[in-house]
Nanobody, 124 residues
Framework: QFQLVESGGGLVQAGGSLRLSCTSPGFNLDYYAIGWVRQAPGKEREFVATINRYSTGTYYADSVKGRFTISRDNAKSTVNLQMSSLQPEDTAVYYC?????????????????WGQGTQVTVSS
């Protein structure tokens, strides 16, 4: 059964860095567009970043552009989100999402599969 598993969340001080990873045990994520979406307490889900099937296209929300980098590790069939210069407003549950498509998916409703999420907390 296809499922997404996130890892790498935790507690970090403002200005620090974290790397989130998304994998699917037994499945190859290379064929999927992968996105990261976050949800802060009391707020709606917010698109963060995405990478397309062949890693030829990425897209970032303005709020994270220049601080976050999405990339694939094809050898491990994982998608990573490197987060730097973290701020308290980045505190949220971060979800990995996937769709079997070629495109660059920038809308949350375009994703078919979702992980359970990993908590990121940034202290001031």
């Amino acid at each position: 059964q296809f499922q997404l598993v996130e890892s790498g969340g935790g507690l970090v001080q403002a200005g620090g860095s974290l790397r989130l990873s998304c994998t699917s045990p037994g499945f190859n994520l290379d064929y999927y567009a992968i996105g990261w979406v976050r949800q802060a307490p009391g707020k709606e889900r917010e698109f963060v970043a995405t990478i397309n099937r062949y890693s030829t296209g990425t897209y970032y929300a303005d709020s994270v552009k220049g601080r976050f980098t999405i990339s694939r590790d094809n050898a491990k069939s994982t998608v990573n989100l490197q987060m730097s210069s973290l701020q308290p407003e980045d505190t949220a549950v971060y979800y990995c999402a996937a769709t079997d498509t070629l495109g660059v998916l920038t809308r949350i409703r375009e994703y078919d599969y979702w992980g359970q999420g990993t908590q990121v907390t940034v202290s001031s």
